[in-house]
């Protein structure tokens, strides 16, 4: 299917992860479908992904940016604009569980919410009169723990929450200029980030066999090629009247039946 996104400016936040992340495979995936991805993260190894890209003849722009500092925001969009004269899609990627619980320090949690939701808030922010001229769309990339909680997390799970408030909100605010406002929800994919996690614990392949079990449809991790291949439907024109919803990618993780979990296997 012919996902029309040829030529589409596409704005991704949190895009310059390892090879491998959600953020990295998004904008892969962009580029195979000939969209033109601008990616927009504080981690330089966006030059090179930039650059990649550039070397197999596909246009694309990194610009370093601290997703947290306003000023760095909306330098972040008039570069875009300079180069593309325009946004036909945003897609908010930054996420980092960074632990920030009920024993974090004021400043702690206050930087969680910077990091993984007050950033949502300005990408869209400065992007807006743009997406307002292509009638584009904003996509965020959420997290199970905003509905079901996880423990420790205090920061992370209140802009999660947030960053679903926000998806409802913009549905609402921006039904008049034909904008579209849309959130994936993720539960467990075995990410780079994950990866590294799973090697800190001293019984890390056990629990990594607890958590696919724990996964009703198949046993195993969203796939981060499936987080991205439903991103660019949901940021497409194939999904023009689809606005406010969370589309759950997690194999069943949050709403079917625990009886579906075997100890089989």
């Not at 895009?15 to 990295?24: L, P, Q, V």
């Not at 024109?237 to 089989?264: C, K, N």
């Amino acid at each position: 299917m012919d996902l029309h996104l040829k030529g589409k400016i596409v704005v991704v936040s949190g895009s310059a992860g390892k090879e491998g992340s959600i953020g990295e495979t998004i904008i892969k995936r962009l580029a195979d479908e000939g969209a033109i991805p601008a990616l927009v993260d504080r981690n330089s190894r966006g030059f090179g992904y930039a650059e990649e890209l550039q070397k197999k003849g596909i246009d694309a722009l990194f610009v370093q940016t601290d997703v947290t500092d306003p000023g760095q925001m909306e330098s972040a969009v008039k570069q875009i604009i300079a180069k593309y004269g325009r946004i036909d899609a945003v897609i908010n990627n930054v996420g980092v569980n960074d632990g920030a619980g009920l024993d974090a320090s004021y400043e702690e949690f206050m930087d969680s919410l910077k990091l993984n939701v007050v950033s949502y808030f300005l990408m869209v922010k400065y992007a807006l009169p743009y997406l307002k001229e292509s009638k584009g769309n904003v996509l965020n990339i959420g997290s199970k723990v905003a509905l079901t909680g996880q423990g420790g997390t205090s920061g992370y799970a209140a802009a999660k929450g947030g960053v679903l408030g926000l998806t409802r909100e913009w549905a609402v605010d921006l039904i008049q200029f034909g904008i579209r406002s849309n959130a994936i929800i993720i539960a467990e994919s075995y990410t780079p980030a994950y990866e590294d996690w799973i090697k800190t614990l001293p019984d890390g392949e056990t629990v990594l066999k607890k958590i696919n079990k724990s996964i009703p449809f198949e046993s195993r991790m969203t796939k981060t090629e499936e987080i991205a291949d439903t991103a660019l439907f949901i940021i497409s024109d194939r999904s023009s009247h689809t606005t406010g919803q969370f589309v759950f990618v997690d194999g069943g993780y949050v709403h079917l039946d625990r009886a579906l979990i075997s100890d089989v296997n």
